[in-house]
Structure formats: structure tokens, C-alpha cells
């Protein structure tokens, strides 16, 4: 009976291991947007602002072109960017700024890179 018990525990951790090894990699959504017949369509613009410096020359056109944007801040950006947090902060009707989280840790439980971020790892790492 206990070899049977470490057999059966033997075959599920293989199994285990097997499956993870060979699960689907994520995709990875790209968008392609087809004007609308009656040109009235519309977009919704959204960036991720995610741990490297703002590019200027993106944030003056939004600017000057009066372009408004939702734009996702983590916590380590918003260290990096006081500047252009404070451009963003004088233009409250331009920009909105929500929470991507402190490090942006993509919630994925199993080691992998994902937009070549390195994952959580694990389902306790997620939780």
C-alpha cells in the first residue's frame, strides 16, 4: 500500500510537470482598427506607463493637439516622472491617470515573461 501511495504521488507530480511544460504560450492581442463607413467613429487612447521615462515628445503632442488620454501608472514610474506627472496634473481634462499597480507584476502563475515583464511565477506569488 505505500508504494502504491508513492507511485501515485510519483505520477502525479510527472503530470504535473508535463503540463506546465507544455501549456499554450499567452497571446499577446494586437489591434487593427478599420475607420468606420460613416467616419464618426471613435477611439479610446490608453497608455502603460510602466517603469521607464515618458517619451516628451508624445506627451507635448497629446498636449498641444488636446488629445485626452487614460493613462495606467505604476508605482515606480510615477517615482521616475515627476515631471511629467506634473504636466499631466495641469491638464486634468486631458489626462487620466489610474493605478497599474506598484511594480507591475503581471499576475501569472506560472514562470514566463509576458510583454518581457518576468511574471509572478506561481499562484502564491499571484495572490
Known sequence: MRLLQKNLCMIAMLMALLSSAHAAPLVEPTLHIKPAASGTGRVALTLD???GKTDTRILSA???NRIPAT???TGIWLKRNAEA???MRAHPDLFELENHGGRHVPAVDTPQKVYGIRSAGSPE???
Open 125 to 127: 506569488a499571484v495572490a
Open 85 to 87: 506627472v506634473a504636466i
Open 62 to 64: 497629446l498636449v498641444d
Open 71 to 73: 493613462i495606467f501608472v
Open 49 to 51: 506607463a510602466c517603469g
